[in-house]
């Protein structure tokens, strides 16, 4: 089996991949796009591109209909999601399944175990993977506040709420008393609605002094399941990641082959195909790991495992997909050198992060040894402010991790982005800090450096 036509469900630079991963496969693509984006990268480079409405997200890549049309216009043979959108909707799964377009990711019945992330949390917890104390069903706001205040007191507070349906940090906010849990709530239900179309949402206890470990997963549709090894995302701000590093500082073979194991099984567990991320949490104080979430599909900051095992993420999707089997075993994975990825953001952080949308008036990346650059971004492109502020991935590679932050450093003082406000000086300070030079930080990087004094 393989794919002639490919409709691309996303926008930015993972649509603009995609698009580029089916030209060098042979495949024609699809892309789809809201009125913001009409004069996007993805869009332009695209074999078709199809208007799919307004530039909100509700009324263009969160509109399943409007998806759907488009590929059967296109005669699309199957969908490619990115992250974010639809891309954990399993009720989209099932609408492309009824129409026979392959969705490239896993089936319905498996995403349905994985989501909400709660339902994943307990199914993990049922087969003896390690969770965080927490909430074992969905609440939404027709809880009773009586009973989840009762349940919270037994966790203990910090609690962290999170949506059901949750991703890239959105909505997470995190209670430190009875006073602020039912804000919190509202909060997460709110955002949970507008973002992923789901306002249910679940809570957990609120770990301190740990880092944000994620492990890499393909399976495919005949069984056989490998990963990728670790990535490190713990430079984090409101939860939404800034800096991710493969390999973690902290790991050691016998951990890494340990919650490894464990991610594989998160997957047996799913009945999984495709690419799945496993999140877990580890304690920087007792040397315990939980499962946190796993996500049914690519993340982010999928290029730093890519350079670090030599393996095409987007491509392999799309062979799987196709029915072909992995032409590899867990034995064949190995790990060379080191990498990092900086999310560049249209933002201001001298002013809190403000967002910064508007006219990129000039645009000059880094080159050279070690640097990839992932972006959908052009001199004379109006970043709008409908979405999510990133603009690019820079990800540096190098024998050594040393030599991968010095790699990075050279990158972001060359990097020109002119007529709009980035986290580029963030960048640069976050890396020079000791504990980022060590790898002795955790997600409260931000509160235990003295980065944003230095802004």
Request: hydrophobic share 40%; charged share 25%.
């Amino acid at each position: 089996m393989s794919f002639k036509k490919i409709l691309v469900a996303n926008r930015g630079e993972i649509a603009l991949r995609a698009v580029r991963e089916c030209k060098e496969l042979g495949i024609s693509s699809v892309a789809v796009f809201s009125e913001a984006d009409s004069d996007a990268l993805f869009v332009k480079q695209a074999d078709e591109a199809y208007s799919i409405g307004e530039s909100y997200a509700t009324k263009s890549y969160l509109d399943m209909d409007k998806i759907l049309l488009a590929a059967k216009l296109s005669k699309a043979e199957a969908i490619y999601p990115g992250y974010g959108f639809l891309s954990e909707n399993p009720k989209f799964v099932m609408a492309c399944e009824q129409e026979g377009i392959k969705f490239i990711g896993p089936c319905a019945k498996a995403m349905s175990k994985a989501k909400p992330k709660h339902r994943a949390r307990s199914l993990m917890k049922e087969n003896g993977i390690p969770v965080v104390p927490g909430t074992d069903e969905a609440l939404d706001g027709n809880a009773n506040l009586s009973d989840v205040f009762e349940m919270v007191e037994q966790i203990g507070y910090p609690v962290i709420v999170k949506p059901s349906g949750a991703g890239g940090g959105i909505g997470i906010k995190v209670a430190w008393n009875k006073d602020e849990l039912a804000e919190t709530m509202k909060y997460a239900e709110s955002r949970g609605s507008s973002a992923f179309g789901m306002a249910s949402f679940y809570i957990e206890k609120y770990l301190t002094n740990i880092k944000h470990i994620e492990f890499q997963v393909l399976a495919d549709e005949h069984g056989n399941m490998v990963h990728f090894g670790e990535r490190e995302c713990s430079v984090q701000r409101r939860y939404q990641k800034l800096i991710e590093e493969a390999p973690s500082t902290m790991m050691t073979k016998e951990l890494r082959d340990k919650m490894g194991a464990d991610a594989v099984k998160v997957a047996r567990v799913l009945g999984y195909s495709n690419a799945l991320t496993v999140e877990f949490v580890y304690s920087m104080d007792t040397g315990e790991y939980y499962f946190g979430e796993c996500n049914t599909r690519l993340q982010v900051e999928h290029p730093i495992t890519e350079k670090i095992t030599g393996v095409n993420l987007v491509k392999e999707q799309i062979r799987i997909a196709a029915g072909e089997k992995l032409g590899y075993t867990q034995d064949d994975i190995h790990f060379k050198g080191w990498a990092i990825e900086c999310r560049i953001n249209a933002e201001d952080p001298s002013m809190g992060f403000m967002p910064s949308p508007g006219l990129i008036t000039a645009y000059l990346p880094p080159g050279g040894w070690g640097v990839r650059i992932d972006s959908g971004v052009y001199a004379g492109y109006n970043v709008p402010h409908y979405y999510d502020s990133l603009l690019v991935k820079l990800i540096s590679w190098d024998t050594t991790r040393e030599k991968a932050i010095n790699c990075m450093k050279r990158a972001l003082d060359e990097f020109v982005i002119e007529g709009l406000k980035t986290n580029i000086p963030f960048h640069k300070l976050a890396l020079c800090t000791q504990n980022f030079v060590t790898g002795d930080y955790t997600t409260r990087f931000l509160e235990e450096s003295d980065v944003m004094q230095k802004i």
